[in-house]
Every structure is written in C-alpha cells, then in structure tokens.
C-alpha cells in the first residue's frame, strides 16, 4: 500500500501543470546564478495564459544541453570553466 501512496505522490508531482510551469520558470530565472550558463537558457513562461490544465511558454529552436556531439561541433566545450574551445 506504501508503494502505491508513493508511486500515486510522485506521479502527480510530475503531472501537475501548475508545479511545473512554477519549476520551469525558477530554473529559467536561476539559469545565470552561476555565470557559467551563457549557452544556456530556457522557455520564457507566459503566466497570463497558463491555467491549472495548460503551460504556455516560448517556443524556442535550439540544441538540447544533452546533445554533446552537436554541441561539441558548434565549438562549445561544456568542460572548461569558460565554456569556450
């Protein structure tokens, strides 16, 4: 019964819209904290349009962080502290 409890939790943390638009826009928010991150962003939120059902957010063209080989052919390199080859 324990399992299922914690199975049902997590299940609708994941499926919540309102939590992960929430997510989705600290981490946008936070994305510089570090300094690190210049090739890094994430959709903008458009809070006035999300609903507890439906996220809104910018559509955005790009390479995924954990596409490497893409990346690593832009001449990125994601190991130095710089972020530059």
Not at 1 to 12: E, I, K, Q, S, Y
Not at 33 to 45: R, Y
Request: net charge negative; glycine share 10%.
């Amino acid at each position: 019964m324990g399992v299922v409890t914690d199975l049902h939790a997590n299940t609708f943390k994941e499926l919540n819209p309102a939590l992960e638009v929430w997510r989705q826009d600290r981490f946008r928010a936070g994305i510089a904290a570090f300094g690190d991150n210049s090739h890094v962003t994430a959709p903008e939120v458009y809070w006035d349009y999300c609903g507890p059902h439906m996220i809104c957010m910018e559509r955005m063209c790009g390479v995924p962080m954990d596409d490497f080989t893409s990346i690593s052919g832009r001449g990125v390199d994601g190991f130095s502290p710089s972020g530059a080859a």
